[in-house]
């Protein structure tokens, strides 16, 4: 099986280049080093490697994308953390995680019941009706349903649809994790089951499209549920439309700096890098800042890959904190996020880095509504 597995992934391409490992946010503060792993793999090739570093991965994918010979490191470690969740060798807050999938449909151990309670009395938003029928069947997700904090850019979205007319509605308490961590995490049966039941889901409705609001629920559905015949979009590509075609307006007069900081998932795995500029820069008074890492060179927040329920001990800076630390370098007041896992460890970091007073961290969707 290990033989097959290094096979599967092109390890035998590797030329031992280390490109991956130079662009890996966390080599340089955790143990995982991804050139040793495969070198270490060869070596062992009729064996399977057992390595606790592999919890570390982010799974932002730059070492795939980087590798001349196209070697796939990045789903060789997501297998070996497969063999890994078999034997039961797995974080317990990541295991508590995936067991809350498994009982309530989210990974952050709160009551299905409770999944609509970010709707406030002033917002209007329909839950969809077996055998009734939308335009856009708007995917909240997890986080944006649940953390007070990700709540905002659900609401902020909301806002922005129903001022431009748009006919949207969501599952409500039926929806259900897409499972993109719990395949990232390794949980292969429980990702199955996922893809199997919100297929079957899916089904129950008529709508056009889905749209997202994290990029994690974006690229699980375009790119890993093969029976989904619908189009799936990012909600940042449903404001350029909306902006596009004149159903949205805005005046450009915010204006504070603002930087845009791309997602792993949606910029790098899925190259959606325009729109989200194309939607900010709308609204904004100055020039839209940029980091100089971005785009495919973004660098990764640390919450990716499970990431979000398995903490990386170390002694130095989180990516998250080296990222805000740029933001103000480049004299930014705002870090604009769209993906709610950004929104979340760039706000920790911007806390534990003491800029409280001088950055915020906003999702694109609420810097809009500052515009209204």
């Known amino acids: 099986m290990a033989q ?6 092109g390890l035998f391409g590797c030329v031992q280049c280390g490109r ?16 040793k792993l495969i070198y270490q793999s060869l070596l062992e090739s009729k064996k ?10 982010t799974t932002c994918k730059t070492c795939s994308d980087r590798c001349p010979k196209g070697v796939e490191i990045m789903e060789y470690i997501v ?20 067991e809350s999938i498994l009982k309530h449909g989210n990974p952050w151990e709160r009551a299905r019941e409770k999944r609509t309670e970010w709707i406030t009395d ?21 986080t944006p349903a649940y953390d007070p904090e990700a709540q905002k850019s659900a609401r902020a979205l909301a806002k922005l649809l129903n001022k431009a007319g748009v006919d949207f509605a969501i599952l409500g308490t039926a929806e259900s994790c897409c499972g993109n961590e719990v395949e990232r995490m390794g949980e292969e049966g429980l990702f199955e089951m996922l893809v199997e039941e919100n297929t079957e889901l899916f089904s129950k409705y008529k709508f056009n499209r889905i749209v997202t609001i994290s990029p994690h629920c974006y690229n699980t559905f375009k790119n890993e549920y093969t029976a989904l015949d619908f189009e799936i979009i990012h909600y940042t590509q449903l404001l350029q439309e909306l902006i596009e075609s004149g159903a949205l307006k805005f005046d450009g007069k915010i204006g504070e700096n603002v930087i845009f900081h791309d997602p792993c998932f949606l910029g790098k795995q ?8 194309f939607v900010l820069q709308s609204a904004l008074e100055n020039e839209l800042l940029e980091f100089d890492r971005n785009r495919e060179r973004s660098q990764c927040c640390e919450g990716g890959g499970g990431r979000m329920w398995i903490e990386v001990e170390s002694d130095i800076e989180r990516t998250a904190e080296e990222r805000v630390k740029d933001a103000e370098y480049f004299g930014a007041e705002i870090i604009a996020t769209s993906c709610p896992f950004c929104m979340l460890t760039l706000s920790d970091a911007v806390k534990t880095t ?19």
């Open 48 to 57: 399977r490697v057992q390595s606790p570093d592999i919890w570390c991965c």
């Open 20 to 35: 991956c490992v130079a662009g890996c946010p966390i080599s340089i503060r955790t143990a995982l080093n991804t050139r």
């Open 122 to 142: 002033d917002l209007d938003v329909r839950i969809l009706e077996e055998g009734e029928s939308t335009d856009v069947l708007l995917f909240v997700g997890c």
């Open 79 to 98: 297998a070996l953390r497969r063999y890994q969740v078999e034997r039961g060798k797995i974080e317990p807050t990541a295991r508590n995680a995936l």
């Open 4 to 9: 097959t597995l290094i096979e599967q992934h």
């Open 354 to 372: 003491g800029l409280e007073d001088k950055l915020r961290v906003i999702d694109i969707s609420e810097i809009l509504i500052i515009d209204y």
């Open 270 to 277: 899925n190259a959606v890098f325009d729109p989200p500029r």
